[in-house]
């Protein structure tokens, strides 16, 4: 295993030590227990707050800033924060307009951000982000995984929140967004967790997993390798299929690089979903091409499609600054 | 060899034909000489141009926009644009100002766009960067190579040009910055160019190669896989050899991944030589990390620093709106 690392149980703290030192004008890190707040809380907005394992930067911790989250909470690599994290999180980033807790759905966080809303004492709610349309369960999830659309789901709720909507109405917003939300990937390659040292799982030369998770979770199937045209199509079929999205709605397109696939080859990617869904009559809105839900160093990519009304389509246009994403400001 | 691709031969067009769909706001493609050009050009401005070989994204590219780059001429994969193209960009992006080229020092590339300087009508001057303190000659080069550390020429100069300055004093400040910006990288992997279709080269699972080129060039000492300290102690001792910063002076310190590093590791990388820094007296202003200049999916990384004044300081922070690097608007 080759890593920028020093030693391994020091990877965690290190690289979120890094993170922080690297925005320090944006948020402040708490090391025990660990998460990053937003460094200009604003009193009386509801605080959003999101954690998951780490390696899939820049979710979450570089989604924490204006427009976006209030507050991470870092797992382990691959490993779901702790419930002691959330509430001292949601302790630090409460301004009294409650929490929301944006979800990812695997059975650990859940029962984590679960136990943490009801020791909270201020109001909460959550909102849990299953787009990923591969499978139904899987190896950490009941039902389907929560993977890149969460992005998008932090994104437009990070802006109601900051135009002072309601805890109430943050919820209700973050599960309209979700359901309008479906994402499918592809690996190439596995990822190493550190604290493993060797590779989650092994592909031959010519395979690729279509539908994998973001832990390398086992996808619809094994194949063979295949064009960029023929994997989009695929990708696109189950995502369409799921959103059944009319002509006319206008849609944003995510492509997300899973962190060690080019980005020459992500473009291509996207030039070939735009062929695809313009040969069918569907309108592209809104497009982000990059890595911004990753699996450490894993070859591969998804593809998200959010169905987007003007309500969503404002909200994704509206400013931002955090580490992983920044426009009008 | 895995890579989303449809036919090798159609990896460019296809590539760059998706990022222009995905930035369709911010350029114009055109592809016979292959060139992108800013949508909104400026009336009276110096046009900047840039370009190299292709997988280095979101370098040449991706930082065409307001405050950076007005054309950027992809070549194929390591690979020199040609003066075609380059001549064709600078027409297409000369308002009346004249033209500046800013030039990786690549044998090739100099060659190139030397001709394309020659047979050009309007006004037009050259920066060359040479910002890689690795070697002095290399596989590709006679002197220095240039690499990351032309992202922060291309932002400064170009938030420069975007204030109205004249060819010549564009120029004049494209070289005081490459003067005082340094680079080196180290790899974990080659990558694959999708022409060769195999590794550019070889590396044990426990070796490195210390001073690595962004297309893969041996450096200064091929070794046996070191902890991100000391990594980060020969890459940065090499650069403040070479700058020999005052402890007072504002630096930039910029993080690089060469496309197949996680964005955890550069992270613990930067906390690495903020401490190394830090320790030694030296003063950190700004912080940039990220994927910038990149070696297809090569795992690896460089760190640069500039040695700021007031003026790069004030030209660093203007707004900037490209692909690969957006702020303040």
Redesign the interface.
């Known amino acids: 295993m080759?890593?920028?690392?020093?030693r391994v149980d020091d990877?965690l703290s290190?690289?979120?030590?890094?993170?922080a030192?690297?925005?320090d004008n944006l948020v402040t890190l708490n090391r025990e227990p660990l998460y990053v707040v937003r460094k200009a809380l604003k009193p009386g907005k509801v605080a959003l707050i999101s954690g998951g394992g780490?390696?899939h930067?820049?979710l979450h911790a570089?989604f924490v800033g204006h427009g976006m989250l209030d507050a991470a909470c870092p797992g382990q690599v691959s490993t779901s924060p702790t419930p002691d994290q959330m509430m001292a999180a949601a302790l630090a980033a409460d301004t009294g307009a409650g929490v929301l807790f944006i979800v990812k759905n695997y059975s650990g966080h859940l029962m984590n951000f679960e136990m943490a809303a009801e020791l909270c004492e201020m109001p909460n709610a959550s909102v849990i982000v299953n787009d990923d349309v591969a499978v139904e369960n899987s190896s950490f999830t009941t039902g389907r995984r929560g993977v890149a659309g969460t992005v998008i789901v932090e994104k437009l709720v990070g802006s109601l929140a900051e135009s002072g909507a309601d805890l109430q109405a943050c919820k209700a917003f973050g599960e309209h967004v979700a359901t309008r939300t479906a994402s499918m990937g592809v690996a190439?390659?596995s990822?190493t967790v550190p604290a493993a040292g060797t590779p989650t799982f092994k592909l031959g030369?010519?395979e690729?997993e279509i539908g994998v998770g973001i832990h390398g979770e086992p996808g619809r199937r094994r194949a063979k390798?295949e064009?960029?045209?023929e994997?989009v199509a695929e990708l696109l079929t189950a995502i369409v299929d799921e959103l059944k999205p009319a002509s006319e709605t206008p849609l944003l397109v995510m492509v997300n690089g899973l962190?060690?696939?080019?980005?020459?080859?992500?473009?291509?990617?996207?030039?070939?979903a735009?062929a695809w869904l313009e040969a069918r009559g569907f309108s592209i809105a809104r497009?982000q091409?990059g890595?911004l839900t990753?699996s450490?160093?894993m070859?591969g990519?998804s593809i998200t499609l959010s169905t987007l009304d003007d309500e969503m389509l404002r909200h994704w246009d509206s400013e931002v600054?955090t580490a992983g994403m920044?426009?009008?400001?």
Do not use: Q
């Open positions: 080759k890593k920028f690392i020093n990877f290190e690289s979120i030590e890094g993170f030192a690297a925005h780490s390696g930067g820049p570089g190439f390659s990822c030369d010519d690729m390798f064009s960029a045209d994997i962190g060690g696939t080019p980005l020459s080859e992500l473009y291509l990617l996207f030039g070939s735009r497009v091409v890595n990753t450490l160093e070859a990519a600054w920044r426009w009008g400001m």
